[in-house]
């Protein structure tokens, strides 16, 4: 998966089974301070694709596709802050919501409270999101990190994503 320098090596889909494995079994130790940042799309496989969806990676590229991460203002980890967004040129479509840890493996739980579209930063319009039923709450069973590098992490839906760091926590 990574060299020993935490470079983005080859990510083959059956190292990163291998690794997905290892990590339901043993749990991975992942802490949230490793996860803050904001990370850019690089490789998407479906659920139960044996192949990349290259287009897909590609499209959400074009719209500068985040999803950032951070611990709660106050700098509590335990409370995440955490925000997907999509942008068109001057024009960005956000997710916001909390988030949290939740088991050895562990699992990133989030839900989205709001909705805004902005326009070179000037907001358009917000709305607020009902909060999702337990049993369809959004997360990302977390497989690996390299902080303010890379990582892979496997959606609700069932598809895994490996996300690049775009811009480290300040």
């Known amino acids: 998966m990574s060299d020993a320098t935490g470079n983005l090596g080859s ?3 059956a190292s990163i089974l ?3 494995e290892q990590a339901r079994r043993n749990g991975t130790g992942i802490q949230a301070a490793e996860l803050q940042g904001e990370w850019s799309p690089q490789k998407l496989w479906s659920k139960g694709a044996k192949q990349e969806s290259y287009s ?4 959400l590229q074009w719209l500068n596709a985040r999803l950032s991460i951070r611990c709660a203002a106050d700098g509590d980890c335990a409370n995440l802050q955490v925000c997907n967004s999509v942008s068109l040129g001057p024009l960005r479509l956000r997710f916001n919501g909390p988030g949290r840890l939740q088991g050895k493996r562990p699992l990133l739980c989030f839900h989205f ?3 805004t579209l902005e326009l070179s930063g000037l907001s358009l319009f917000q709305r607020a999101l ?3 039923k337990p049993e369809r709450t959004p997360f990302f069973a977390l497989i690996a990190v390299q902080q303010d590098q890379w990582l892979l992490a ?3 839906g069932g598809g895994l994503a490996l996300w ?3 811009k480290a926590p300040d």
Request: proline letters at 9%.
């Open 130 to 132: 009902p909060k999702p």
């Open 113 to 115: 409270e709001s909705l």
């Open 154 to 156: 496997r959606g609700r």
């Open 18 to 20: 291998k690794r997905e």
């Open 11 to 13: 990510a083959d889909l």
């Open 56 to 59: 897909q990676a590609k499209l």
């Open 164 to 166: 690049r760091i775009k």
